[in-house]
């Protein structure tokens, strides 16, 4: 079962646009605050503009972000919004030629720096920062014993809680909400 709002990319010139830190955190940017201007992501990333609007063209080329002309107060304003809310891609659809699976490999590899870069900069956080959140962040890993198939199907129910939590409508009790970043790998490993 595929969710709609995952692109599946099979176009190495897509994992080469996505495979920039900059650009990669752009995405990140508009998925965690929803659409925003040239302005509104240079303040986010501490970045000139001139340098995000280069970016966001690239991304557009590759058509992992567009223009949201409807939110605009006048004609010079110019919003930016995510294509699709998700991207996936197996390194197995650019087997066929080197440069792809090189791009590809470099993609899995910037995804991977990433993840843990955000990671490594919760660690570092001051005490106060971290003692707010109490005992709520976590970090988990277990060995499984599973096939393919099965390892497939962990996947599909990882996604379905994660899209739950997604989606649901954020409760209005008055409460702030901070972007939180979780992530998982599920791999075939030797101990």
């Known amino acids: 079962?595929?969710?709609?709002?995952?692109?599946?990319?099979?176009?190495?010139?897509?994992?080469?646009?996505?495979?920039?830190?900059?650009?990669?955190?752009?995405?990140?940017?508009?998925?965690?605050?929803?659409?925003?201007?040239v302005g509104l992501l240079?303040?986010?990333?501490?970045?000139?503009?001139?340098?995000?609007?280069?970016?966001?063209?690239?991304?557009?080329?590759?058509?992992?972000?567009?223009?949201?002309?409807?939110?605009?107060?006048?004609?010079?304003?110019?919003?930016?919004?995510?294509?699709?809310?998700?991207?996936?891609?197996?390194?197995?659809?650019?087997?066929a030629d080197p440069a792809d699976r090189a791009v590809a490999d470099a993609a899995v590899s910037l995804n991977l720096e990433r993840h843990a870069a955000l990671v490594r900069a919760w660690y570092a956080a001051d005490d106060a920062t971290q003692a707010a959140w109490g005992q709520g962040p976590f970090s988990m890993d277990r060995w499984l014993r599973l096939t393919p198939e099965e390892l497939a199907q962990l996947d599909r129910e990882m996604n379905d809680l994660l899209t739950r939590w997604a989606d649901r409508e954020v409760p209005d009790d008055g409460r702030r909400r901070e972007p939180v970043f979780l992530f998982a790998y599920g791999i075939p490993a030797t101990p």
């Open 1 to 37: 079962m595929t969710n709609p709002d995952v692109r599946q990319v099979t176009d190495s010139r897509v994992l080469a646009a996505l495979s920039h830190p900059l650009r990669r955190r752009l995405m990140d940017v508009l998925k965690v605050h929803g659409p925003s201007t």
């Open 42 to 95: 240079a303040e986010r990333t501490d970045q000139a503009p001139a340098n995000v609007s280069h970016h966001l063209k690239v991304l557009a080329g590759a058509e992992l972000v567009e223009e949201a002309p409807e939110l605009a107060r006048d004609r010079r304003e110019r919003w930016w919004r995510l294509v699709s809310r998700g991207l996936r891609w197996s390194r197995s659809d650019f087997e």
